[in-house]
């Protein structure tokens, strides 16, 4: 390892602290040795390569990106953990597009460290690796602009181990649990919560009621701020009436706070004592805060000033009202919506329906329901037609209950409307279809009702002729040719033959 590298690193990084602080470098001679540094390819030092870029960083050298990915992607193949992390921790000064390529290494990072009890994560190599390994994950998703590729799990786990450590006695084991908190910190997206004891631990018997202080805060201590909640209320509840006045606390950029101005002239409330309850809501919150912050005793009759401001400024009010009200107003006819409850149209819509049943039922005995031709024929433009017949009348109906204007139920109708007349019109073709059909099978039914009447009649002349004595062979086979033709005659027959004999 190049040790001339680490002090100018240690150098550079204090440098940025310390802003004040002024040293000079020979900037074109550590240009030079870290691009040496860079360009060895065959036997490679992760930690000098590490070393180098970050001076690189610190001091604006401008370095070959190809050949630091080159250089990079040949220190990954090694086995060693430890160069595997210093070279993941270089890849933050890749530009946009090299670090996306690279950033499926942050997985490959996390799936190398160990868990132990199952509540905390670390790396092999400690405490500097972790902290190392943490810091690098959040400048490589910075440099890629993508989230850290952490869950909530490894993270409240690597921020265990770091809690853990705290009362560590190294330096640089040290500095990098604070780096490694201070990132994790500093994320927006995924902030573990800290709750810590900031009372005493020691409980004495003697004292009556005992105060447990807990401080919930940020990894490094810091209150968590939120300034983008949805709404913040303060609202004052009067004790014994029960009134509430509410006021809207709006967030004021000059001062980066929320606030809130109280006019007494506009607070309607009765004198007396009231609670002050800090309301806060948002769309990310389970339940609203409503918190007692304050209790106020209200008391605006004592002094008459306050008494004379308090009626001007009602005075002045009204006034503005009544100014400001216009001149003229419009008015309408249309049906005004009189709000009734479930029950009051429950009652109604039965009431009107018992009135109507009587006058139903006697118009369907007197017309008659003839349900059975229904059937003839039976089909989809049918059932159509009648189910759009029965919505036009529900609609009619809606109309007469809920609608207040004519052109809502006419918008309505006109599509039904169009649907039932195509189905009636298919309907009525079917119907016409059906009956031509049917009076058909009537005329043909006719017709073989005349043909065996006929063949009955012949057969009836051929028996009285074979009964006279003068009847001839032809008269015969002709009675013959008749009753084989006539298959449905079969029983003329048989008693025509037990009658010759």
């Not at 809130?260 to 309850?277: E, H, I, Q, R, V």
């Not at 609608?403 to 119907?431: D, E, M, P, W």
Request: hydrophobic fraction near 40%; glycine fraction near 4%; include cysteine.
């Amino acid at each position: 390892m190049n040790s001339n590298l680490k002090n100018v690193y240690h150098v550079t990084e204090i440098l940025n602290v310390l802003v004040r602080c002024k040293i000079k470098l020979n900037v074109e001679k550590l240009e030079s040795e870290i691009k040496k540094t860079i360009s060895i390819v065959d036997k490679i030092n992760s930690k000098d390569i590490y070393y180098a870029i970050v001076i690189a960083k610190n001091l604006h050298i401008k370095l070959d990106q190809i050949q630091l990915e080159k250089v990079l992607t040949a220190s990954f193949k090694t086995n060693s953990r430890t160069s595997y992390i210093y070279s993941f921790a270089c890849l933050f000064v890749l530009e946009k597009t090299l670090a996306r390529k690279h950033f499926f290494r942050a997985e490959e990072l996390m799936a190398q460290a160990d868990v132990v009890d199952g509540k905390l994560l670390r790396f092999e190599g400690g405490l500097t690796l972790t902290g190392l390994a943490v810091h690098s994950i959040y400048n490589l998703s910075k440099a890629a602009h993508k989230a850290p590729s952490f869950s909530e799990k490894q993270i409240v786990m690597l921020s265990n181990y770091l809690l853990s450590r705290k009362g560590v006695t190294d330096e640089r084991g040290g500095f990098y649990m604070l780096t490694g908190l201070f990132k994790i910190a500093s994320d927006n997206l995924l902030t573990p919560v800290a709750v810590i004891l900031s009372s005493s631990k020691i409980i004495s018997q003697d004292e009556k009621e005992t105060v447990v202080k807990l401080k919930i805060c940020n990894l490094v201590g810091d209150p968590l701020l939120v300034n983008n909640v949805v709404l913040v209320f303060l609202l004052f509840a009067h004790l014994k009436s029960g009134k509430e006045v509410g006021f809207l606390v709006s967030f004021d950029k000059t001062i980066n706070s929320y606030s809130f101005t109280l006019d007494m002239t506009n607070f309607s409330g009765p004198n007396g004592k009231y609670c002050a309850y800090l309301i806060v809501g948002d769309s990310l919150m389970k339940n609203p805060t409503n918190w007692n912050i304050f209790d106020v005793f209200v008391d605006l009759s004592k002094k008459k000033t306050k008494a004379k401001t308090v009626a001007t400024a009602r005075k002045l009010s009204h006034f503005a009202a009544e100014t400001m009200k216009p001149n003229f107003s419009i008015s309408s006819d249309a049906k005004s919506h009189h709000h009734r409850s479930f029950g009051q149209k429950l009652t109604c819509c039965v009431f009107t329906v018992c009135c109507c049943a009587p006058l139903f039922f006697v118009l369907w005995l007197f017309f008659g329901a003839n349900l059975n031709s229904f059937k003839k024929p039976l089909c989809v433009w049918a059932i159509c037609f009648h189910s759009c017949l029965f919505v036009i009348f529900v609609l009619y109906s809606l109309f007469w209950l809920y609608y207040s204007h004519i052109t809502t139920l006419l918008k309505q109708v006109f599509v039904v409307g169009i649907v039932a007349f195509v189905c009636g019109n298919q309907l009525l073709h079917r119907l016409a279809i059906y009956r031509k059909e049917e009076s058909g099978e009537e005329s043909e039914s006719e017709v073989e009702e005349q043909q065996s009447e006929s063949e009955l009649d012949e057969i009836d002349e051929v028996e009285s002729h074979s009964e006279s004595e003068d009847y001839d062979l032809e008269s015969d086979e002709k009675r013959d040719l008749l009753l084989y033709k006539n298959v449905d005659k079969d029983n003329c027959y048989e008693e025509f033959r037990e009658d010759e004999k």
